[in-house]
């Protein structure tokens, strides 16, 4: 490449930065087309203030009304108070029971909390086919060797339910759906 090309490749990336800054400048400083207005939003301007932060021009905004027909977050949906956990989360259904809970087989769990652990890169280049696990960072290498035994698949023949993931298939007797159990783990490497 000769300075030519190089000064010219210059002003080009120089034209580009300075115009994408000029135009998101521009279009966030633009005013949006405001929806049509719904019977709360007829009362006069006056009666609402132009900026509910104050002066401040970068204060809050009044968010627009919702689309006719939809509702917002209502703190009753017992979805709201959910508590988190692993095993232990809270829970709510609407025309389905819940029978049983039951943790992954420990064939199917990584066993390791360390992205160094031999366990893990193992797990990335037999199961996931990474070529060098060495070159990922820590935290993504413990996130996609634990995609190796994400569940996958479901079948069922009779009464046993097959459930399979990238490392496996496990296999259920469901003769009795509040009784379920493992009857057997294949474990076979190999996405």
């Not at 090309?5 to 005013?31: D, E, K, N, Y």
């Not at 709510?92 to 087989?105: N, Q, Y």
Request: with cysteine.
């Amino acid at each position: 490449m000769n300075w030519l090309h190089r000064i010219a490749f210059r002003m080009l990336l120089a034209s580009l930065v300075f115009g994408s800054t000029f135009a998101a400048t521009t279009f966030a400083q633009t005013p949006s087309t405001s929806p049509s207005p719904s019977p709360e939003s007829s009362k006069s301007p006056e009666s609402k203030p132009a900026n509910p932060g104050g002066g401040n021009p970068f204060g809050l905004e009044s968010a627009p009304p919702l689309p006719a027909g939809m509702t917002g977050s209502d703190a009753s949906d017992p979805r709201f108070k959910l508590t988190p956990g692993m095993y232990d989360a809270g829970e709510t259904s609407r025309g389905l029971k819940h029978l049983t809970l039951l943790k992954k087989p420990d064939a199917f769990e990584l066993g390791a909390s360390d992205p160094n652990d031999p366990k893990v890169n193992k797990t990335l280049t037999t199961v996931l086919g990474v070529a060098d696990p060495s070159k990922m960072p820590g935290g993504m290498k413990l996130v996609f060797a634990g995609l190796a035994f994400a569940n996958s698949d479901l079948a069922f023949q009779g009464n046993h339910l097959f459930q399979g993931n990238f490392y496996g298939v496990s296999i259920y007797d469901i003769s009795n759906p509040t009784k379920t159990r493992l009857l057997t783990s294949m474990v076979c490497p190999g996405g």
